[in-house]
Nanobody, 112 residues
């Protein structure tokens, strides 16, 4: 069955960096556009970044400090987050374009 397992979150000080990972299984990863989303406390889930099958990327205006990448050989998608701000605090999720499936997410907390 489809599985998306996010990892790499944690507590980081403002200005710090984190690298999130998403391991996909049960899907033909190379045929899926992959996206990262996040949901902050009390807010709706919002789109963060996209990477297409061909490797084109697109980002929400608020996350120019982030870089999305993928490794099709490993069925992995990553989100490198630099210069983190308190407003980046959220649970981060990855999603495959062909599946209506959400994993557990990984918590990112930016606080001093």
């Amino acid at each position: 069955q489809v599985q998306l397992v996010e990892s790499g979150g944690g507590l980081v000080q403002p200005g710090g960096s984190l690298r999130l990972s998403c391991a996909a299984s049960g899907i033909i990863f190379s045929l899926n556009t992959m996206r990262w989303y996040r949901q902050a406390p009390g807010k709706q889930r919002e789109w963060v970044a996209t990477i297409t099958i061909g490797g084109r990327t697109n980002y929400a205006d608020s996350v120019g400090r982030f870089t999305i990448s993928r490794d099709d050989a490993k069925n992995m998608v990553y989100l490198q987050m630099n210069s983190l701000k308190p407003e980046d605090t959220a649970v981060y999720y990855c999603k495959a374009s062909q599946y209506d499936y959400w994993g557990q997410g990984t918590q990112v907390t930016v606080s001093s």
